[in-house]
Nanobody
Framework: QVQLVESGGGLVQAGASLRLSCATSGRTFSTYAMHWFRQAPGKEREFVAVINWSGSATYYADSVKGRFSISRDNAKNTVYLQMNSLKPEDTAVYYC???????????????WGQGTQVTVSS
């Protein structure tokens, strides 16, 4: 069992930065690929970013490429999402998720966090 707890969300103005953290329990963190998804009101949950088990490979949705950066610290069992140049359309609840695979589909995730709200004002 893996428990995920996100933090770092908040209300910011367009152009600002935020760093989300996702702390995990258990001793198997380094065996999971870690993902970030987001869900805006009235929309489906969408993929944002993924990082592989060692942190050597990452992949981003086109909408955030060049602005967001995912990283992980296996010693701290934590994954991060650095979000720069935030836009109002980035407003959503952000979820971290753990999976044994790199498939970037929500239904492929094994564990989910509870989510953290990010609101970007114009």
């Amino acid at each position: 069992q893996v428990q995920l707890v996100e933090s770092g969300g908040g209300l910011v103005q367009a152009g600002a930065s935020l760093r989300l953290s996702c702390a995990t329990s258990g001793r198997t963190f380094s065996t999971y690929a870690m993902h970030w998804f987001r869900q805006a009101p009235g929309k489906e949950r969408e993929f944002v970013a993924v990082i592989n088990w060692s942190g050597s490979a990452t992949y981003y949705a086109d909408s955030v490429k060049g602005r967001f950066s995912i990283s992980r610290d296996n010693a701290k069992n934590t994954v991060y999402l650095q979000m720069n140049s935030l836009k109002p359309e980035d407003t959503a609840v952000y979820y971290c998720a753990a999976s044994r695979s790199l498939v970037v589909l929500a239904r492929a995730m094994d564990y989910w966090g509870q989510g953290t709200q990010v609101t970007v004002s114009s």
